[in-house]
């Protein structure tokens, strides 16, 4: 007897997932034991893609969740609530769970966590991060012998396109965000996008597979890409750079305690780093572990069939442990730690800066920078007048590490010269 | 009770895994479950860079293998035989194995895993290819929802690092070959990685992953490095590529049967492609499936700590079977296929060709040599004179899409024209 689904929505990802399990010729074989039971979306009213039999599609996803039929539960219907709700029922009910919803993820992932752990099925993730690309499997099985030490990546498109063609274009980012609008990379409330929460929810998550622990999401530091300016990406070219959003999730070497940083902001990335060449929509997670050195992984962060790709290979592995009736011990790989993760202060992170100051045109004005940022022990890597704008000066300073408590303090003196009229960008550098 | 370990092999890769096992704090808590019980070496005098107590080190290789109490044998010798025979020993006796022997694998895969399905036992090889690189277990599990159109890989670092050399030097191959040697990143007898010949082994264990079948190592087409001048990394630069050492297999959709292609060549890649930024002993493989599109898993292609990772992240998953005392079902993904895949011939690929000719400086060359194309179907992208060679002009070409064999008949009556010199460079380009 086949293995029963109920989806809960065809959207954009159940739609390719509907699809890729109907057409299941040169796939897995175990796909065939698949049988696509029930469809829940909100409205039947609405033109789909996909063939289904009308006893499929239904808009009462309660009664899904609550159907003994069903073996596996596949949450692709996005947001809070009713999501959270419904994968609580599934689990408390004994059902697996594949879902795609990282924001759901990463503020509730404890409490479904616990429960999935209380009734004994899985919960599975791939589709949350990084579109089709394997990460979430490889860390849970692949990469666990290793310490790790960091996980770095770009894990929105959106944001990596605009700053692709910002990069590529010269443009600013207003305009391209318009015109990212219109073409459907950009959706029409940005805002999860554009100021790096949707991938403050991904490194959450990743944090959480990576580091063993439970992820507070409040403590994921967050800054978008607003801010960045083609003025910027002028100058971090100049100085061998490009500039990326990305997501960091790193192990606090230099602390005594076992602290993290999980942060997500624009950042200098020097050229030759692997990061540095991904473009456009596409995403790229790196993981740097004891021994293994520097792993990435590179694909599609989103799309009907990409997306589809990881939830249909999550279905794969719990139809494997179906069909086989065992607890699968590759599954159980996956950590079901209880702890919260300790996440420094921002202040604490050792990390170098760029930062862009207008200055009045007074002799003397780089040397009273040097003398501030001396004060704090900030130490320089090259600090350039770059022109004038108007009557102004413009400065460009790029630090070695430093902490970034001292370096605000720093900026705090600066601000407070008179010789200084802004501080107009402070960005942080790979 | 522990699960123990018969390592046979205690050099690079042997010694990366037994003190990755030993220093297991922070990496998965399974590995605790290991007891490493027997290490077979050639020499019980050699100075060791782990401590193992003198009843663990061995040279009675066969004694480890029919050993009753061994669970899992780690195969990290090398060599053809006596690797191949001790494998199959270990598993008729019923034990899983983990390899990181890609020769052994590329030739006797068909008997190994045929014994392995009668055994009811594993073979576990995700360091056989790429290294630490988890590429074998997605190709298993993950992507196995997709249909595969096309692996493709840097899958030797040597010649990624001699090629890489030869492009920012500007250097020749022997020099660089010569300076690698001294460096330690080429063996004494570069033959295996120079010639391809590790490449084809590599592809060979990718492709039958990815196409579900086995694969005569013999129809591997393979052809190495030597041959690369810096010259023709100089025009391939200008016309926008580097040359990589590619191992391709290929869905030949061109055919109507279901055959591959499958080799190993130096190939022009794009300068925006992802492969064409994959530099020095690093690896990457790029995969192409529908619906996923491409995704590409890239790092250290060898070393003792990568390797390690890889071999230890494959008996991580042999000690949680073992512990369960079930069969796997993740495992059992992997797909005991026993039909050979079909490969075409050579003549029958489709592939863009870049050429460089050598010819008398007489009017009209070019001409001639685009009549001898046209007559076998050959379209030319450019045809450029690019300058001269002491008495002899030099023409760069390159082809649009064309049949190999096609290519091959054109070019055997350039050769035969008067005006025609030599031909000092043939390449493929992606
Ligand atoms: N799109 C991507 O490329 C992508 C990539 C990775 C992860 N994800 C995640 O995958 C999930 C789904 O994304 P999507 O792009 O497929 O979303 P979508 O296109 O907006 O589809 C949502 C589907 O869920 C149904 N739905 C939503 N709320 C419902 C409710 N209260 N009751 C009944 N049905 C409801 C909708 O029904 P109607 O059709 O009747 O409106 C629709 O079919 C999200 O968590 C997203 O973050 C998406
Ligand atoms: N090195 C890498 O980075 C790398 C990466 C991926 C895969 N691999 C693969 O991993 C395998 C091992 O490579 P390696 O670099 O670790 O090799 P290695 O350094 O040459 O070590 C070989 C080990 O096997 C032992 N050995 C070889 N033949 C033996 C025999 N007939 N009887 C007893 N012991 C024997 C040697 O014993 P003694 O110590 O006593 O000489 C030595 O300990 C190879 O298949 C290789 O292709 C290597």
Known sequence: MGVKLGILGLGTVGTGTVQLL?????????????????????????HRAVELSTEV?????????????????????????????LILKALNNG??????????IARFGAEIFTAANQAGVYVMLEAAVGGGIPVIQPLKQSLSVNRINAITGIVNGTTNYILTRMQTEGSNFSDVLADAQQLGYAEADPTADVEGLDAADKIAILASLGFDGRINLQDVYCEGIRQVSKTDIAYAEKLGFVIKLLAIAKRNISSFSSSLSVRVHPTLVPKAHPLASINGVYNAILVEGEPIGQVMFFGPGAGAGATASAVSSDILNLVAVLKTKTVDPNLLLACGHQEYCQIAPMAELVTRFYARFLTKDQPGVIGKLGTCFGNYNVSLESIVQTGFQGELAEIVVVTHDVREGNFRQALAEIQSLEAIDSIPSLLRVL
Chains 1, 2 share one sequence.
């Open 22 to 46: 109907q057409d299941g010729a040169g796939r897995h074989p175990l796909l065939q034991e698949i049988e696509i039971y029930r469809v829940g979306v909100r409205s039947l009213h609405k």
């Open 95 to 104: 059902k697996h769970v594949v879902t795609a919803n990282k924001a759901a």
């Open 57 to 85: 599609l239904t808009t009462d996803l309660e009664a899904i969740v609550n159907d003994p039929a069903v073996d596996i539960v596949v949450e692709v219907m996005g947001g809070l609530e009713p999501a959270r709700s």
